[in-house]
């Protein structure tokens, strides 16, 4: 998945302001204890960080961004 993919998605799912949000603030023990904004920007793929989300949020991720 494109990292532009992936910012999309997480905004369809969340919206804009939210994802951000969301991306910066939540730390997900499906990525060790990071955000994904530090799991992206420590080389994390993008499509481990998507399904670490959906996993986290599985009633706010759409099953056709799934």
């Known amino acids: 998945m494109r ?6 998605r997480l905004e369809e799912a969340f919206g ?9 603030d939540q730390v997900l023990s499906e ?3 990071r955000t ?3 799991a ?3 080389g ?6 998507w399904r670490a989300v959906v996993a986290a949020y ?3 991720v759409p099953a056709r961004l799934r």
């Open 31 to 33: 990525l060790g204890g």
């Open 40 to 42: 992206l920007a420590e």
């Open 58 to 60: 599985p009633d706010r």
């Open 36 to 38: 994904i904004t530090q």
């Open 16 to 24: 804009p302001g939210y994802a951000a949000s969301i991306a910066s």
């Open 3 to 8: 990292l532009t993919d992936f910012w999309t």
């Open 44 to 49: 994390e793929q993008t499509h481990v960080v």
